[in-house]
């Protein structure tokens, strides 16, 4: 039972263009949502992050949006750079339970 | 200061041998999470641990896996009796407090195992 979704598994975006990356969830209960970045042989690091109180949250070139009737929120990266190539993971988490649940990734390459 | 320490980086193992996977978290931090990833796939939880107790282990496999996070040393993850499905990436994080609302887990650069 996946709660959290990355329905796309890549996405290739040019330099300077925005990247969108896409979650969905099912539990109601979750409320607080993170997106981690990882390098290959590397650990996650921590990205950004919204809880279910707002709707956007917003670090520099990273926004995160959260849409909670839909159960969905998004990523935005923009301008996206060839640096921010890497596997991007969505987590929630929730009052009821004790752990990140994560998405199964989506990998952007930011090409030249 | 140093963030989540994980060793060895590469685990060879022949299938039937055991496994031993290490943590410490950062310093400060008092609560554990094993993570694996098996290849194409996400992050899957395991165990979720503070000093000296499992909190919850509702991902660890009923059969050959355990876990422990003793009151002085490292976290330890223990596979014992390795079999080839078992060839993934582990991950431990470590995190502050209590509940995981507006907290953030701290990653180490995992454990690669390789089963023969």
């Known amino acids: 039972d996946q709660q959290v979704k990355q329905n796309s598994p890549s996405l290739s975006v040019q330099e300077g263009r925005i990247s969108i990356l896409n979650c969905d969830y099912t539990n109601s209960m979750f409320d607080y949502f993170l997106w981690y970045k990882k390098y290959p042989a590397e650990g996650p690091t921590f990205l950004i992050s919204?809880?279910?109180?707002?709707d956007k949250n917003e670090d520099g070139r990273f926004t995160v949006f959260l849409n909670k009737s839909a159960k969905h929120l998004s990523l935005h990266i923009v301008p996206s750079q060839p640096g921010d190539s890497a596997v991007y993971f969505c987590?929630?988490?929730?009052?009821?339970?004790?752990?990140?649940?994560f998405g199964t990734g989506t990998r952007l390459q930011v090409f030249p | 200061n140093a963030g989540v320490m994980q060793n060895p980086r590469h685990l060879v193992r022949r299938r039937g041998q055991e496994a031993r996977l290490r943590c410490s978290p950062m310093k400060g931090h008092s609560h554990v999470y094993w993570y694996r990833q098996l290849p194409e796939e996400g992050l899957k939880f395991m165990v979720y641990?503070?000093?000296?107790?499992?909190?919850?282990e509702s991902g660890m496999p009923k059969e050959r896996f355990s876990a422990e996070f003793p009151k002085e040393g490292p976290s330890i993850l223990r596979i014992q009796q390795v079999v080839r499905g078992d060839s993934a990436a582990y991950f431990c994080?470590?995190?502050?407090?209590?509940?995981?609302?507006?907290?953030?887990?701290?990653f180490g650069s995992g454990t690669q195992l390789s089963v023969l």
């Open positions: 987590a929630a988490s929730g009052a009821n339970t004790d752990k990140l649940i």
């Open positions: 994080a470590s995190s502050l407090s209590t509940g995981l609302t507006n907290e953030k887990l701290f």
């Open positions: 919204i809880s279910s109180i707002k």
């Open positions: 641990l503070q000093k000296e107790n499992i909190i919850d």
